[in-house]
T-cell receptor, first 118, second 113 residues
Framework: AQKITQTQPGMFVQEKEAVTLDCTYD???????LFWYKQPSSGEMIFLIY??????QNATEGRYSLNFQKARKSANLVISASQLGDSAMYFCAMREGSTQGGSEKLVFGKGTKLTVNP | NAGVTQTPKFQVLKTGQSMTLQCAQD?????MSWYRQDPGMGLRLIHY???????DQGEVPNGYNVSRSTTEDFPLRLLSAAPSQTSVYFC????????????FGQGTRLTVV
């Protein structure tokens, strides 16, 4: 069974609108962390946002927020006020185990390709 | 800071050849990893290390070797290249302490013919 599921292969959004990219995860470990990365066409992996399993509040970083619903095992990324530069692949990833460790064993979803239209 | 540096950026190998992908980080990170990215598959973990002298296998380790003699370097060796190893390879590093993201190198695009 997949540990990280991203059900939207592609998404389209109009510039300046908000968009939600879905991510569901599967783990029996009570300690885990969830990450979102952006991969533009140039290929680099850019960290966007992190949510720990024990965090009480949803993470936010500028225009990015994470809609964390622990009971549903979902960690959706919300991008507000989309910009043309947001067009990229977006990956959800999970680290299982103690939240005090490193991120050497990330499990990635297959990604969602976001296209922002002018 | 240079961050995570991978060399080379592009490489073409013939089937059966061996080579080493280099990865160096200058952030004094304990944790390092190698991933491969194939179309439609996301990133998959090949090998990882939690410190100098300590390595372990990830999801897809076959055909690859690693070693970690220093904190800074984590080379990935392809023993006998096969067309199935055509992929984009990413090295990543992180430090411990909770909530710490992995920093990725720019990637190496490898083609095995």
């Amino acid at each position: 069974a997949q540990k990280i599921t991203q059900t939207q292969p592609g998404m389209f959004v109009q510039e300046k609108e908000a968009v939600t990219l879905d991510c569901t995860y599967d783990t029996s470990d009570p300690s885990y962390g969830l990450f979102w990365y952006k991969q533009p066409s140039s290929g680099e992996m850019i960290f966007l946002i992190y949510q720990g399993s024990y965090d009480q509040q949803n993470a936010t970083e500028g225009r990015y927020s994470l809609n964390f619903q622990k009971a549903r095992k979902s960690a959706n990324l919300v991008i507000s006020a989309s910009q043309l530069g947001d067009s990229a692949m977006y990956f959800c990833a999970m680290r299982e185990g103690s939240t005090q460790g490193g991120s050497e064993k990330l499990v990635f979803g297959k990604g969602t390709k976001l296209t922002v239209n002018p | 800071n240079a961050g995570v540096t991978q060399t080379p950026k592009f490489q073409v190998l013939k089937t059966g050849q061996s080579m080493t992908l280099q990865c160096a980080q200058d952030m004094n990170h304990e944790y390092m990893s190698w991933y491969r990215q194939d179309p439609g598959m996301g990133l998959r973990l090949i090998h990882y290390s939690v410190g100098a002298g300590i390595t372990d296998q990830g999801e897809v380790p076959n055909g690859y070797n690693v070693s970690r003699s220093t904190t800074e370097d984590f080379p990935l060796r392809l023993l006998s290249a096969a067309p199935s190893q055509t992929s984009v390879y990413f090295c990543a590093s992180s430090y411990g302490g909770g909530g710490t993201e992995a920093f990725f190198g720019q990637g190496t695009r490898l083609t095995v013919v």
